[in-house]
């Protein structure tokens, strides 16, 4: 069965504006067309921002708890049909359904968190520095969020956009990877669903260059929240620049795990499988360096390529499939392609893998063998690079402080972790290793949604997903002051008497007593009075 998507404008199903389409198509068995869904164009984009843009102020004056239970109604809803998005998932972008539930999971965990925090939202209360003077901060959202997402984690990660975008009152425009567009689909039919008013979310489907160029430049878009490569981050960052427009961007990782001579070498390697093998390597988050402590190098490095060699590749529908294709043939091309940089690097050995099956059902899709190589050195490509595929380095060093050295070694910083017990080496690498996630004796992948999320360096521009830290992309802060003491009162004036709390002015004209500690005499009467703000 193929679906005919539209895109959701205003509250309407409607069909892109140029009528061209494109197809969704299964990676497992690229004869399989999931779905047609409009390529959009920027007029199609421009009705989706106006939608947004109308629906705003009534949303934004929506009080937070209500829009936080239309989002609780949606977390609701992709449980019920938790089994069906994750099939759905599976069999548009590849991962095994154990994965594809677990990231149907990660957005229902983000919907109920959300939706609880709609109760809180907290700003600061904070006192005053003058006498009956109230001092709070609030939230406001900033109007019109674009979202573009990638496809690794078709339900989770606009989920993490969406639901707090919602949340702190603004509209959305969401601009869905074209690698996965039947989840978002999915996703945007579950919102309406559960109550989202007509303009507040809409969703067009197409290119990255056309509709997402679009979307980004669009004056009336006042945030925009971006997960994709670096390369594209760069230009959205020039882009938002320009035009003061704040930005959040999830970029690339060359996450490492590093494997200490006592660690408890079987917890390491299950990790190590884990986290460069799961999701085909297609994670940000994914282990592609293993950064391996010489004592344990030998032992550690044959019991991967056999662990490696062992996995089950096949279409991720199959519940007897460890690993699933690539998202595309592109994908694997550029898999391919590393693997041959990897072959002419000097010292760098391919142990397992490092092809293309194409026998039989392989034939079909876009599979890629679990790939390790050994002997590679931090300044060679395959360390350095991200290649998004089930491809891992061995990089051996000779103690702690080269291991540190080595993590740190590349222009990225998302995830990390280190195997020991000792736990002194384990606090040192958490206050060492530049990375804005480190695991202890866990896999570098597994983020939880309630902590913050996202990379130092080239990973991203400083913002985080997830977490209350997110509200911050999504919202900006005001300062109120209420000043109940019925007189001028200014801060700031320097009242040159030491101990002396600042100034309290009087009204001036009426001779009333200034509340205690000011100095009314220095500045009483005087609108002029030096100082000031
Ligand atoms: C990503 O690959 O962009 O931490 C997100 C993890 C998942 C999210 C990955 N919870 O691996």
Redesign the pocket.
């Not at 994670?283 to 994914?286: I, P, S, Y």
């Given at each position: 069965m193929s679906e005919q998507g539209f895109n959701f404008i205003g509250g309407r199903w409607v069909p892109g504006d140029t009528g061209r389409t494109f197809e969704d198509r299964n990676p497992a068995d690229r004869d399989d067309v999931v779905g047609m869904f409009p390529l959009s164009s920027a007029a199609d984009v421009d009705a989706a921002v106006s939608a947004a843009r109308d629906a705003f102020p009534a949303w934004a004056a929506t009080p937070a708890p209500e829009r936080g239970k239309i989002i609780w109604a949606a977390g609701r809803l992709m449980e019920a049909r938790k089994d069906e998005l994750a099939a759905t998932a599976t069999r548009e972008m590849g991962k095994i359904l154990l994965e594809t539930r677990g990231d149907v999971q990660?957005g229902i965990d983000t919907a109920y968190y959300m939706g609880g925090e709609a109760r809180r939202m907290f700003g600061v209360t904070t006192p005053s520095e003058l006498p009956s003077k109230f001092a709070m901060s609030v939230r406001r959202p900033l109007g019109v969020a674009a979202i573009i997402s990638?496809w690794?984690?078709p339900m989770?990660?606009p989920t993490w956009k969406i639901f707090p975008a919602l949340l702190c009152g603004n509209a959305v425009v969401f601009k869905p990877a074209s690698d996965a567009p039947a989840t978002a689909y999915a996703l945007v039919r579950i919102l309406e669903e559960a109550g989202v008013p007509p303009g507040v979310v809409n969703l067009v489907f197409g290119s990255g260059s056309e509709a997402g160029t679009a979307l980004v430049e669009h004056p009336e878009v006042d945030v925009v929240s971006f997960?994709g490569s670096t390369e594209t981050g760069r230009r959205l960052g020039e882009s938002c620049g320009r035009r003061l427009k704040r930005l959040s961007l999830?970029l690339g990782g060359k996450n490492p795990q590093i494997v200490m001579a006592d660690a408890d070498l079987d917890l390491a390697l299950e990790g190590a499988v884990w986290a460069a093998f799961g999701?085909t390597g297609q994670?940000?988050?994914?282990t592609s360096r293993l950064i391996v402590h010489r004592p344990v190098l030998e032992e550690f490095t044959a019991r991967l390529v056999q662990r490696a060699g062992a996995l089950r590749l096949g279409d991720g529908l199959d519940p007897a499939t460890d690993v699933g294709p690539l998202v595309s043939d592109a994908a694997r091309e550029r898999v391919a392609e590393y693997v041959r940089i990897g072959l002419e690097d000097d010292g760098a050995e391919l142990l397992v893998g490092g092809s293309a099956p194409s026998e039989g059902v392989f034939d079909r899709g876009s599979f890629f063998e679990p790939t390790v190589f050994a002997g590679v050195t931090p300044t060679m490509r395959i360390a350095q690079e991200e290649i998004f595929g089930p491809v891992v380095s061995i990089l051996a060093v000779d103690s702690f402080e080269e291991a540190i050295a080595v993590a740190n070694g590349t222009r990225y910083g998302l995830?990390s972790s280190i195997y020991t017990r000792d736990v002194n080496a384990a606090f040192r690498a958490i206050e060492r290793i530049d990375a804005g996630i480190t695991y202890v004796n866990g896999p570098t992948?597994?983020?939880e949604v309630h902590l913050p999320?996202g990379g130092t360096r080239d990973t991203g521009n400083g913002h985080r997903e997830s977490g209350t830290e997110v509200l911050n992309v999504f919202s900006e802060w005001k300062s109120v002051y209420v000043d109940y003491s019925e007189r001028l009162q200014r801060a700031q004036i320097d009242t040159g008497l030491p101990g002396a709390a600042a100034g309290g002015a009087s009204r001036g004209d009426s001779g009333e007593e200034a509340p205690q500690g000011s100095t009314p005499e220095s500045i009483s009467g005087s609108f002029g009075a030096e100082g000031g703000e």
């Open positions: 990660e990638p690794n984690f989770a990660i997960t999830e999701t994670r940000c988050t994914a995830s992948i597994g983020a999320f």
